[in-house]
């Protein structure tokens, strides 16, 4: 598995399944790699995913600065995002 930091920057937050997008808007995130959009919008795109939230399936495009990190630094990234959230 590999484990990746991103700046969230969608340009609409309509298909996405949660008020939480909207909090981590402009903010770094660890994401892990999720499986090509086969349809919408996004067809052909990577996908990427926030662990144990509702925020749903995040293409690529939503992304900036998208790095492979070693997990403890994901870890971190994503115990500072999950505070955010909730």
Request: proline share 6%.
């Amino acid at each position: 598995m590999m484990y990746f930091e991103a700046v969230f920057q969608p340009n609409s937050l309509t298909h996405y399944n949660s008020d939480d997008a909207q909090k981590i808007v402009g903010k770094k995130i660890a994401v892990q790699d999720g499986w090509v959009l086969e349809e919408g919008p996004h067809k052909g795109q990577q996908g990427y995913y926030l662990p144990n939230s509702t925020i749903g399936l995040i293409p690529a495009s939503d992304l900036q600065e998208i790095k492979v990190i070693p997990y403890a630094q994901w870890k971190d990234i994503f115990n500072r995002t999950k505070q955010e959230t909730v």
